[in-house]
T-cell receptor
């Protein structure tokens, strides 16, 4: 059974640019959540996607947006990058039938550095 | 009210000892309390989780103790091993699936 995968592993961008991060959910999972983890801190919830629609959002500005595809994979897009966007971006998936139960399994993350 | 407070920030334990990490929450709507283990450069891995209908859950060397009235829960690692050296995060959520994480505890186990 393949776990949650994310690409790319590392990414370096400059301030003002746009970035797209990708996530493939674990087999048997249909919900994807995205988190931002700054260095030395716990992950912070960005948003969740279920049935290809946003299903809850944390305290992040609109320049953070996402998509979910029919195969349950997902993208996180960040526009107008700022230095503070430098972080580890984590994707987590939830098993089918377990929406709202809190059970989330994380991928390895994408390390984004904004210069 | 959405915060989860975690302590200590760092912990040094000798091999074979017991590691104890504590968390406290305010939101009584929280109904799922997982612990995650994270190694440097990796994503958090679900270690063990508990729901409020039980006061303790044990899986191997890992035990969660849960005190609903005090709104506190803790992770106990028995017979700690050098391979347990990692950062541990407690978290909590309600039916929104929005995990609220603690600030993390860096555990170092020395042989």
């Amino acid at each position: 059974e393949t776990g949650v995968t994310q690409s790319p592993t590392h990414l370096i961008k400059t301030r003002g640019q746009q970035v797209t991060l990708r996530c493939s959910s674990q087999s048997g999972h249909n919900t994807v959540s995205w988190y931002q983890q700054a260095l030395g801190q716990g992950p912070q919830f960005i948003f969740q996607y279920y049935r290809e629609e946003e299903n809850g959002r944390g305290n992040f500005p609109p320049r953070f947006s996402g998509l979910q595809f029919p195969n349950y994979s997902s993208e996180l897009n960040v526009n107008a990058l700022e230095l503070d966007d430098s972080a580890l971006y984590l994707c987590a998936s939830t098993p089918k039938g377990r929406l709202g139960k809190g059970e989330q399994f994380f991928g390895p993350g994408t390390r984004l550095t904004v210069l | 009210q959405q915060q989860v407070k975690q302590s200590p920030q760092s912990l040094i334990v000798q091999k074979g000892g017991i590691s104890i990490i504590n968390c406290a929450y305010e939101n009584t709507a929280f109904d799922y309390f997982p612990w995650y283990q994270q190694f440097p450069g990796k994503g958090p891995a679900l270690l063990i989780a508990i729901r409020p209908d039980v006061s303790e859950k044990k899986e191997g060397r890992f035990t969660i103790s849960f005190n609903k009235s005090a709104k506190q829960f803790s992770l106990h690692i028995m017979d700690s091993q050098p391979g347990d050296s990692a950062t541990y995060f407690c978290a909590a959520t309600d039916n929104t699936d929005k995990l609220i994480f603690g600030t993390g505890t860096r555990l170092q186990v020395f042989p």
